[in-house]
């Protein structure tokens, strides 16, 4: 009898775990297609950005590969593109994907379809030993604050503006860049008083420039964060949705988080 038990465990297994490794079903379109193209900002570490070698490196970049691997083993083409251009470059067909920090918001999913990977939540930066005492939202009244052009935090803060307004006190003024590394430089020879920007991305700057940077205001607006795909790309949308629940089954989901150490954004 324990045999028996022992043996139908094991097949149970071995079933969960084919079950799990299956290969995704392939678009009709990529069958005769050896290359897939990525849009990204590549300016959102530790998500998407190039090391020092200009190779592209992150979170988002491994899973991007991984996609490829499980699509028929595609080579991968990075489109670099400023974040307010990823929708309109995805919609006119110059990339199959946009492999980045992308919030789930529903004024996107009008217009593409989002396959969620993690979550995300934001942040504002301010400099080493926070001089302007920034702890809240309602202390950024009157201050300088740097956002990435067609941002969540941006939509977030022009919102506090209103309610700022409403309370009779200065509002911020929000000065737009088109990359991270531009914003930072900024908060770092004090064009700026604050950053706001995701945790990930401020956790990143933070260690590497632990005597320039810490956080201000703590986490807020916690978001799903996904892959967008084109809706007339249905077969796509299906496709990368297996691979993120058969990697969420196999456990290369997990491991890919770990790695990068943003593990408490793993989708529930």
């Known amino acids: 009898m324990r045999l028996t038990c022992s043996l139908a465990a094991a097949v149970s297994l071995s079933l969960a775990a084919s079950l799990a490794s299956a290969a995704p079903t392939i678009p009709d379109r990529l069958k005769d297609v050896s290359k897939l193209t990525y849009c990204s900002g590549m300016d959102s570490p530790p998500l998407v950005s190039f090391d020092a070698a200009q190779k592209p490196t992150g979170l988002a970049i491994d899973l991007g590969e991984e996609i490829a691997k499980r699509l028929g083993d595609k080579q991968v083409s990075w489109r670099v593109t400023p974040f307010a251009g990823l929708l309109p470059a995805l919609l006119a067909k110059q990339c199959d994907l946009i492999v980045d920090q992308l919030f789930d918001k529903p004024e996107r999913r009008e217009v593409i379809d989002i396959v969620n990977y993690m979550y995300s939540s934001q942040s504002v930066v301010v400099p080493k030993g926070n001089p302007k005492n920034i702890q809240a939202l309602d202390d950024l009244s009157g201050k300088k604050i740097a956002v990435l052009n067609g941002s969540t935090i941006k939509t977030l803060l022009d919102a506090e503006n209103d309610k700022l307004a409403k309370a009779g006190k200065a509002p911020m003024k929000l000065v737009v860049y088109n990359a991270d590394t531009d914003a930072f430089q900024a908060l770092r020879i004090n064009q700026v008083d604050a950053y706001g920007t995701t945790v990930e991305t401020a956790g990143y700057y933070a260690a590497m420039a632990p005597d320039l940077f810490q956080e201000g205001v703590p986490a807020f607006g916690r978001i799903l964060t996904g892959i967008g ?23 290369s989901y997990t491991a890919l988080l770990d790695k990068w150490h943003v593990t408490s954004d793993k989708l529930d």
């Not at 058969?246 to 456990?251: E, N, P, Y």
Request: glycine content about 4%.
């Open 229 to 251: 795909v084109r809706k007339d790309d249905q077969q796509m949308s299906a496709a990368v949705q297996q691979i993120i629940d058969d990697m969420r089954a196999d456990g």
